[in-house]
């Protein structure tokens, strides 16, 4: 049991754990700002250009059963401004990133040349300018080299 707890206690003090901690905090904060946006910005201008007030549109059931579909239109909204919120800091983020490696100069630094190929008769690895295997003596012709895979 002791082996189970410090594995869960390593798994706990990793950053990226942490770093998804201090996102789910921060993301729920700001839920809270966008709630109060739709709930008290959006949806009583809506309702002043629409006529209607979503948090107060009902579909009556029976009795004192109501379908609150006001509130899910309310969430809908919602979702759809974390969204376009999320898109932009998403996409702003990418353009920095880029500007950044533009203003260091750095590049995508291309793939190595190969310094060594396959002899095709030994299967050893061999400098690529060799015209001769030390391995096993084969002469090689162009036509017969294998490159390193």
Do not use: W
Request: hydrophobic letters at 45%; glycine letters at 6%; a positive charge.
């Amino acid at each position: 049991m002791k082996k189970f707890f410090d594995e869960f206690k390593k798994f706990i003090n990793q950053g990226n754990v942490m770093d998804m901690a201090v996102g789910v905090i921060i993301g729920a904060a700001f839920k809270a700002i966008v709630d109060s946006l739709v709930n008290d910005i959006i949806s009583p201008i809506l309702g002043v250009a629409g006529g209607v007030d979503f948090s107060a549109v009902k579909i009556h059931l029976s009795g004192d059963s109501y379908i609150n579909i006001g509130n899910f239109i309310n969430a809908v909204i919602n979702f759809l401004l974390m969204a376009l919120i999320l898109f932009a800091i998403v996409k702003f983020m990418n353009r920095a990133t880029e500007d950044m490696k533009k203003l260091t100069g750095k590049k995508e630094e291309e793939p190595a040349k190969p310094t060594t190929k396959m002899c095709p008769y030994c299967r050893s690895e061999i400098p690529i300018e060799a015209t001769r295997c030390p391995h096993c003596t084969s002469m090689l012709t162009e036509e017969k080299q294998v490159e390193k895979k």
